[in-house]
């Protein structure tokens, strides 16, 4: 049986540019706990063509960030990411790795852990230590409906994949530890693509990040310059119901909902939508919704914090006057 | 995504997943005529071909299209040789949740149906929200089991409500289970989840049982057809639909009502006419009623789907695929003033597809309701 505290703790803190992913700090903020329940230190590792941004991580609370620097790590590719880090790993002997469950991090932790000849718990949704301090990860199946308490008693490091979102974001506090730069040895044949050109697909609207969401259903009769314009004054972005995309008033990705978008913006304006399930299921985890129906029965309205019973044109013509001033 | 697979890879039998299949669907007997391709209402839109999908699967080859299907069974009652294809459907689903080649959306589905006990992932609290002014004798060993879609979709609460009022009005003692209900766990089933569906069925087994339940009404077919198939295994209670139920009522004068003089049409839901065969109980609601009946060409076993089955409510349709539109027209095309169905999927497809601005949509309870008295 191996004791946890013969090594540090380490997140793969996973780059999106020159900032991080929630779920790197979220794991950040637990790897802390933990290390300090164990007595032991939390080391961020982040990779990628040079170092620098590594120094946001001290505001999570880390004791080490390790950066590791090189051209050919600039994208992200399996095979040259995971010669990089695990030289790293069999270098300084941590007894915990722990990454989040995204594409990139569930591709590397996959040959990370063959490389190590380690076990990897994925996609796990809350992590305990046994009484013989082993992290457990917590995994639910639905094969039968179970969860699944898994555990690697016998190698190191232990690995464990976390979904996003499962533990809370740390706030940033005072910067902490050292940062040191780690130039890996490699050469073209450990990397496995390469990037010839980057161009995001279609549109990018991602209103699941939106803070304002101006919505617009039926009701609106295919009138979206207006409720266009008062999302672009409020900072925020256009979404609709379904019958509105069916219509071909708005693009389809901007469709909230069962088979939409699942939203969570500070602040929903529901223009001219009765309510129905399929579509409320998508404001739910807003803030603040306010709704503006001529039917003052229409479901949405169960759903409001602040319900406009009449016609939307003179509601939203006197909103874009107030903002406008 | 889910795109149609054209492969190259070479042919390899999997006898082992091929027995698997064939044990539970007969598949085996499949002679590859051809009837249930023909027969499936998406041969015309997509590029879903059951034969084929039957013959992919021999070869040990899941075709993607399987998460088009709706399910409908219109493919079972067709085949000469009896195989069971919306089973087969199913099982290849199955295999799919063991390789995670699942669409958007259906993971979400069963998180909401595992942790929250309802398909839509909203607080388990809510689930008597339903019944606003409706009271419940809460005696007896009548349950009505209100199923998530009428727990949650403003909608189909109605259903509920009206059911629960026409039950009062008879003088019915029931109970119902308010937010200890859980899901029936046929959309974990259509979606190839038959775990998640078996512990439902447990669930709800216990939960009759402690209840001292003897006869479970479900508003929803897709309940109906769930708890009457995974009850059985527990030697349970009966399971009847609504309209079952109150066609006794109606027939043994315990509500009476006529509506206004309209003429209405009306839509089979497939889990509840192919699937468990009851096709007179809402037409004779309706007439009892006093209203007149329009059939659509497509009655009875040959209704089309509307599209909503098969877990199809949690995946995206391209509207130039959308089942439901085509059904709205045809109901509109006999004149009717009303099209009355009996499922909360139906109505929701056929709402959401201007079947309101085309022909008036509407639940057989609800118009039952609206004109009866105790
Ligand atoms: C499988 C399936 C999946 C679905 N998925 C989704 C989904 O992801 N997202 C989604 O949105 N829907 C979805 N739907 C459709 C959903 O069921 C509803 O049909 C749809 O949300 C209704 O859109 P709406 O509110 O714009 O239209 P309606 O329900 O027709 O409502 C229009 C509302 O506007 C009001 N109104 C009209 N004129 C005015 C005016 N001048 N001023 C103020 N108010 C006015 C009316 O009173 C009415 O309440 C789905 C349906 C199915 C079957
Ligand atoms: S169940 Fe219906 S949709 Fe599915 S294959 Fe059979 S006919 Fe086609
Ligand atoms: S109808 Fe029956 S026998 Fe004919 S191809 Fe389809 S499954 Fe096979």
Redesign the interface.
């Known amino acids: 049986m191996i004791d946890v505290r013969e090594g540090g703790i380490w997140v793969y803190a996973e780059r999106r540019g020159d900032s991080f992913l929630p779920v790197s700090l979220e794991l950040m903020g637990k790897a802390r706990e933990i290390a300090d329940r164990l007595g032991v230190e939390l080391t961020a590792l982040t990779v990628g063509r040079d170092g620098g941004a590594g120094a946001q991580l001290r505001r999570y609370g880390p004791d080490h960030v390790l950066e590791l620097a090189h051209p050919l790590l600039t994208t992200y590719d399996a095979k040259a990411y995971a010669t990089a880090i695990s030289a790293e790993l069999r270098r300084s002997k941590p007894s915990t790795l722990l990454l989040g469950a995204t594409r990139n991090g569930q591709d590397l932790a996959g040959r990370l852990a063959i490389r190590m000849r380690t076990g990897l718990t994925a996609h796990v949704t809350a992590l305990e230590l046994d009484d013989r301090q082993n992290l457990i990860g917590w995994v ?1 199946g ?4 179970i969860e699944a308490g898994v555990s690697c008693p016998v190698r190191r490091p232990q690995m464990v994949t976390v979904k996003p979102g499962v533990f809370p974001l740390p706030e940033s506090g005072t910067p902490t530890g050292d940062v040191t730069k780690v130039v890996p040895e490699l050469s073209e044949k450990d990397v496995g693509s390469r990037r010839i050109s980057f161009e995001p697909k279609g549109s990018t609207v991602d209103l699941t990040r939106a803070g304002v969401i101006v919505v617009g259903g039926r009701g609106t009769g295919g009138d979206f310059t207006r409720i266009e314009r008062l999302a672009h004054l409020l900072g925020g972005e256009v979404g609709a119901t ?2 509105a995309t ?1 219509a071909g008033w708005v693009e389809r990705d901007r469709m909230i909902g ?3 978008v ?1 939203t969570h913006p500070e602040l929903a304006l529901v223009f001219g939508a009765s ?4 579509f409320t ?1 998508g404001i ?1 985890g807003a803030n603040t919704v306010i709704a503006v129906n001529r039917d003052p029965a229409a ?1 949405i309205f ?1 759903h409001a914090d602040l319900g406009i019973v009449g016609d939307l044109g003179p509601v939203v013509d006197s909103l874009l006057r107030a903002l406008a001033a | 995504m889910v795109e149609e697979s054209k492969s190259s890879v070479p042919i390899r039998f999997d006898d082992e997943a091929w027995e698997a299949l064939a044990a539970t669907t007969n598949a085996n007997r499949c002679f590859q005529c051809g009837t249930c391709t023909a027969a499936c209402p998406l041969a015309d839109s997509t590029p879903m071909r059951v034969r084929a999908l039957i013959r992919r699967a021999q070869f040990g080859e899941t075709d993607p299209l399987i998460w088009k299907c709706m399910t409908c069974a219109e493919c079972n009652a067709s085949c000469p040789r009896g195989v069971d294809i919306v089973g087969l459907v199913r099982h290849l689903r199955q295999e799919k949740w063991r390789t995670r080649e699942v669409p958007k959306g259906l993971p979400t589905l069963l998180w909401g149906i595992y942790s929250d006990g309802n398909t839509f992932h909203l607080p388990p609290k809510d689930r008597a929200a339903w019944m606003k002014d409706v009271k419940v004798p809460g005696r007896g060993s009548t349950l009505l089991y209100v199923g998530c879609t009428a727990s949650y979709d403003p909608r189909a609460q109605r259903t509920a409500r009206s059911v629960a009022k026409l039950l009062n009005l008879a003088g019915v003692e029931f109970q119902v289970m308010g937010t200890d209900e859980v899901c029936c766990g046929e959309a974990a089933r259509s979606v190839g989840n038959v775990g998640l569906y078996d512990d439902l069925q447990q669930r709800n087994s216990d939960a009759f049982r402690k209840r001292g339940v003897e006869r479970v009404i479900t508003i929803s077919p897709h309940s109906f057809d769930a708890l009457k198939v995974g009850q059985s295994k527990y030697g349970g209670p009966q399971v009847v639909h609504y309209t079952q139920a109150l066609e006794e009522l109606v027939d043994s004068g315990k509500v009476v009502g006529t509506v206004e003089k309209r003429t209405v049409t009306y839509h089979d839901p497939c889990y509840l006419g192919r699937h468990q065969g009851v096709f007179e109980p809402p037409r004779r609601l309706l007439e009892l009623s006093g209203l007149t009946l329009v059939e659509m060409a497509n009655n009875r076993a040959q209704s089309l789907c509307c599209g909503g089955g098969g877990g199809r409510m949690w995946m995206e349709t391209d509207p130039l695929e959308r089942p439901g539109s085509r059904r709205v027209s045809e109901a509109a095309g006999t004149g009717a003033d009303l099209l009355a169905t009996a499922c909360p999927y139906c109505i929701s497809v056929f709402e959401s597809e201007r079947g309101s601005e085309v022909i008036p949509v509407t639940d057989v309870a609800e118009l039952v309701a609206s004109g009866a008295k105790g």
Do not use: S
């Not at chain 1, 309510?275 to 399929?278: E, H, I, K, S």
């Open positions: 639910p639905f094969g039968g409906g379904r019958v069916d069962q088979t939409g699942i309510g129905a399930v399929q299921v739910e479901p169960d």
